[in-house]
């Protein structure tokens, strides 16, 4: 599985699909997972409230990851949205920009989440860094993308003289393969507990309760998420006819892979 069953991982937890999954990720592959939150003037705040739902779910899903839940911690910079004019600090109504960017891009964010990250994992001993960016399926913003992670990467160890390890295991992922990882992880029970207790939408709605989860369906948060269910769910039911079908009954090829 890995070769790191007996450190301490921190996650970047903020409650929405992608980090809840990343959690899983740790759990599965760490001794100890902490977590690590940012209130920083975000529209979609309520994604906050949700972690303690989350963290409370995941305890259930796995006996064996009950276990390995270390401390979650949530750090306010607030001066992130002060010098922001985002649709995700501000209300205003989600655009395309001038330059090719939807408007809900922060510039620098994950830039400063790595940096905080950084300096708490080093007061606290952990080298493993571990976010949810993704360049496959997403908005385009810069700071996701593989080459921005392994250069900040370097620039912290160099800063911190210490040796990090940022890991992204979404990176190459579109969103219906997350969601595979996350039935792959726990189950049906993580899928649902992302769906029901997990936060995606920009606008912050939890109201309406759609197949994918909550939210107001319309941002482009909540379209890319639904987008992702509809694919994941189409490939599950073709899956599974694949393996009832009489051809795959005797087949035992077919009996291995399922």
């Known amino acids: 599985m890995s070769n790191h069953s007996h450190e301490t991982a921190l996650v970047l937890f903020s409650g929405g699909q992608d980090s809840t999954t990343c959690f899983a990720w740790a759990l599965d592959r760490f001794a100890r997972v902490e977590a690590l939150g940012f209130d920083y003037g975000q529209r979609h705040a309520i994604e906050l409230a949700c972690r303690e739902r989350l963290l409370e779910g995941i305890r259930s899903v796995r006996p064996d990851w009950a276990g390995k839940l270390g401390e979650s911690h949530t750090l306010a910079i607030p001066t992130l949205a002060d010098i922001s004019d985002t649709a995700l600090t501000r209300d205003v109504a989600i655009a395309m920009g001038a330059d090719g960017l939807p408007n809900t891009f922060v510039p620098g964010r994950?830039?400063?989440?790595?940096?905080?990250?950084?300096?708490?994992?080093?007061?606290?001993?952990?080298?493993?860094?571990i976010g949810g960016m993704c360049e496959t399926d997403y908005s385009g913003y810069p700071d996701c993308r593989d080459e921005t992670i392994k250069a900040m990467n370097a620039a912290l160890n160099l800063g911190m003289a210490t040796e990090f390890q940022l890991h992204t295991p979404l990176m190459w992922l579109d969103k219906a393969a997350t969601w595979k990882l996350a039935h792959d992880l726990g189950g049906a029970g993580l899928v649902d507990l992302?769906?029901?207790?997990?936060?995606?939408?920009?606008?912050?709605?939890?109201?309406?309760?759609?197949?994918?989860?909550?939210g107001c369906g319309a941002c482009p948060a909540c379209e890319l998420r639904a987008k992702g269910w509809r694919e994941y769910a189409a490939r599950?039911?073709?899956?599974?006819?694949?393996s009832s079908s009489p051809a795959n009954a005797g087949d035992p090829v077919s009996q291995r892979r399922h």
């Open 110 to 129: 994950n830039l400063v989440f790595l940096t905080f990250a950084a300096g708490l994992a080093y007061r606290r001993g952990i080298r493993h860094i």
């Open 236 to 242: 599950e039911k073709s899956a599974a006819r694949s």
């Open 194 to 214: 992302i769906r029901d207790h997990s936060h995606t939408c920009y606008l912050g709605e939890r109201g309406a309760r759609h197949d994918w989860g909550h």
